[in-house]
């Protein structure tokens, strides 16, 4: 069964809408763990982080409004933080909370954070896996840094290029993927009286290469902790890695339920 195919069976995905939540991985000890995906994909490739965390806690993923090809994307940060902790809360009214969000889904679980704790609920974790802002909204020296490692990419594609067409992508995540372009270039962080946990790719590509510069004035307090690879390989071939830091983090905010794995 692929990855698609194991969201749809174990979120009952074949009804006309796409729920906002869909379980990732069943678990029987409380709170659940929420993690959102990135930019242009589906909760689907969550699945290889979910399933190497050895942990008895339910983890569900947030999917973006839009995917039924019905209901229209939502194309801010804050829209999307209010849509998923409408669910969030439905499903666990009060904290402590488990947020985890990968690349630009680590914005929304900042903004669904920031919410939490202005209504005084408490966060056990918030994970932002290689998640930074717009370049817009970087500081000038990473936002510098960042266009000549574009412009150096930009040229090594070229050299590259072959001409071969990727694979179509779906209609409506084409819709999504582009209203969360809109969103991530709109988007100014404010800031959060509170502590992120910071996991970064030790292969820079296209993101900026110091998240402590790009964090340090944006929240309360930042750990940080490199894994293998690049941006893309945090969710497939370095998922156990990524996982590994996480179950730490997880541990250490008190959540121990171990499934035996």
Known sequence: MNNEETVAAVSGQGQSRVPSLILLKAGSQSPPIFMAHGLGSTVADLL???????????????QER????????LDRIEAMAEF????????????PYLLIGYSFGGLVSLE???????AGEPIALLALLDSYPYRSYLPPLQSLRLLVRLAKLRLALILRATGTEGEATPHQLQHVKYAQLVAW??????FYDGKISFVKASIDSFLPDDPVAVWTS??????LEAVPGDHLAMLTTHAEAVAHVLLRYLEEAGVTGSNGD
């Open 218 to 223: 944006l929240v309360k307090e930042i750990r």
């Open 66 to 73: 839009g995917m039924d090809g019905v209901d229209a994307p």
């Open 48 to 62: 290889p982080l979910a399933s190497n965390l050895p942990v008895a806690h339910p983890i569900y993923g947030l």
């Open 84 to 95: 998923h902790l409408a669910a969030i809360r439905q499903l666990q009214p009060h904290g």
């Open 112 to 118: 669904i954070a920031r919410r939490l704790s202005t």
């Open 185 to 190: 270039r709109a988007y100014r962080p404010h």
